[in-house]
């Protein structure tokens, strides 16, 4: 369960790093951020922000709407998925108590 906690704490920050990069959309020189993911060795995964180093157009940023929308459908999918593993986990974990109790 604590594996798709990290999961779900990924997504979250690569939602909320398309969510910045959105609102910044219209701010000049604007170099939108990106999430790079990772796995942690206690079998987690974990996301760290970072600027793109991108170049920035002339008087405008280098956000590309359609790939942050992609980004941001991208993460409530692997959010949900966690969020299936958690519940499964959750379920095993109240029949093995139930079991323990019999």
Do not use: C, H
């Not at 604007?30 to 996301?47: C, E, H, K, P």
């Not at 922000?49 to 157009?57: D, I, K, N, W, Y």
């Not at 959010?79 to 959750?90: L, P, R």
């Amino acid at each position: 369960m604590g594996i798709a906690i990290s999961g779900m704490q990924a997504q979250t920050t690569r939602l909320s790093t398309s969510a910045n990069n959105v609102a910044n959309a219209l701010t000049p020189g604007y170099d939108r951020a990106v999430t790079s993911l990772s796995t942690r060795v206690d079998g987690g995964a974990s996301a760290s922000v970072s600027p793109s180093g991108e170049a920035t157009l002339p008087g405008g940023p280098n956000v590309d709407m359609a790939s942050e929308m992609l980004d941001a459908i991208g993460a409530e999918l692997s959010f949900k998925a966690n969020a299936s593993v958690f519940e499964t986990g959750a379920d095993m974990w109240d029949v093995l108590m139930r079991i323990k109790r019999d």
